[in-house]
Nanobody
């Protein structure tokens, strides 16, 4: 089954950092972007950042300047380094592969 596996979330104080990981089991199957989304309670899921099969990153305005996406092809893993975290970054962060497969998500909680 082509389901990504996320990890790395946790609880941090405002201004802190976390690094999320997404194991992409479909790296050799599809060449779609790997994308990070997030969903906070009561809010719609929103796109955060993505990286193309060839390593070209893309960022939304909420991620620019604070988040960095990267990939390690040898480990089939995409990372999302998140710095200068704010309480409003609190959400479940989910990885999407092949434009349709979702992981279970990893929770990030930022306290003020």
């Amino acid at each position: 089954q082509l389901q990504p596996v996320e990890s790395g979330g946790g609880s941090v104080e405002a201004g802190g950092s976390v690094r999320l990981s997404c194991i992409n089991s479909a790296f050799t199957v599809c060449e779609d972007d790997v994308r990070w989304y997030r969903q906070a309670p009561g809010k719609e899921r929103e796109f955060v950042s993505g990286i193309s099969h060839w390593g070209i990153p893309m960022y939304t305005d909420l991620a620019k300047g604070r988040f960095t996406i990267s990939q390690d092809n040898a480990k089939n893993t995409v990372y999302l380094q998140m710095n200068s975290l704010k309480p409003e970054d609190t959400a479940m962060y989910l990885c999407q592969i092949c434009s349709r497969y979702w992981g279970q998500g990893t929770q990030v909680t930022v306290s003020s």
